[in-house]
């Protein structure tokens, strides 16, 4: 469970708060899926990799099982958290608020960042690599919600991203969950570049309806 922190060293250099720069070094692990649903987190292991105390761990745990991320459990210790339909429904109430507004009346466009996504989503899609249209999926979102400006909406966006790659993982046999928003994506920048915004926003509300549906009718056939 080493972390490798080189490009987290500048991080922690100008954080004032090592417990709030622990639980984004961890937060950004689970979203990028290199700790998946059900890890057993080791406190000597992760204290170590992170050069931490583990009292200063377990407060970082207390912050993300707070945000639903690791689950606690008494004497057994601390996973990655496996979200269930409630938890997805949770996720899909927040992203309808933040991406359509951020679509709407984001002031940070940046359609460049979105085309290079879109490339590297279909590039993705042309080597059916799941793994890397899931994260190409993610940037994306990442990038429309930093449209809005807000460097808290970012913040929370980033915890919702990490949850969304544990949900992500529960779909993993089912690679056309992914294929088919590569060009739903796509569509969605070309409205943008139109200028057609509110249009885009409507089409990123039902985007969203549509994919917590599909993975709430995953998890339901999985006895979820």
Same mark, same amino acid.
């Given at each position: 469970m080493a972390l490798n922190l080189d490009e987290y060293a500048e991080q922690r250099a100008s954080h004032t708060n090592i417990t709030l720069w622990a639980a984004e070094v961890l937060r950004a692990q689970i979203a990028a899926g290199k700790l998946l649903p059900g &890890?057993?987190?080791?406190?000597?292991?992760?204290?170590?990799?992170?050069?931490?105390?583990?009292n200063t761990l377990r407060e970082a745990f207390t912050v993300l099982s707070g945000e639903g $991320? $690791?689950?606690?459990? %008494?004497?057994?210790? @601390?996973? $990655?958290a496996s %979200?269930?339909?409630e938890a997805v429904r949770e996720i899909y109430r927040v992203r309808r608020m933040l991406e359509p507004a951020a679509a709407l009346w984001g002031e940070d466009l940046d359609l460049a960042r979105l085309d290079a996504v879109v490339r590297q989503a279909r590039e993705a899609k042309d080597r059916s690599s799941v793994e890397e249209m899931a994260a190409a999926n993610q940037a994306f979102h990442e990038t429309l919600v930093r449209m809005s400006g807000s460097a808290q909406l970012e913040q929370i966006?980033?915890?919702?991203?990490?949850?969304?790659?544990? @949900?992500? /993982?529960?779909?993993?046999?089912? %690679?056309?969950? /992914? &294929? /088919?928003?590569?060009?739903?994506n796509?569509?969605? @920048?070309?409205?943008?570049?139109?200028?057609?915004?509110?249009?885009?926003?409507?089409?990123?509300?039902?985007?969203?309806?549509?994919?917590?549906?599909?993975?709430?009718?995953?998890?339901?056939?999985?006895? /979820?």
């Open positions: &890890t057993k987190l080791s406190e000597q292991q992760l204290a170590s990799s992170l050069n931490i105390s583990r $991320v $690791v689950s606690r459990y %008494p004497n057994r210790g @601390v996973f $990655v %979200p269930g339909a966006m980033s915890r919702v991203l990490a949850e969304m790659r544990l @949900v992500f /993982h529960a779909m993993s046999g089912q %690679p056309d969950f /992914h &294929t /088919h928003y590569v060009e739903q796509a569509d969605l @920048v070309e409205l943008l570049r139109a200028g057609r915004r509110a249009e885009a926003a409507e089409a990123v509300r039902g985007y969203l309806d549509a994919a917590e549906a599909e993975l709430l009718g995953h998890l339901s056939a999985e006895g /979820h």
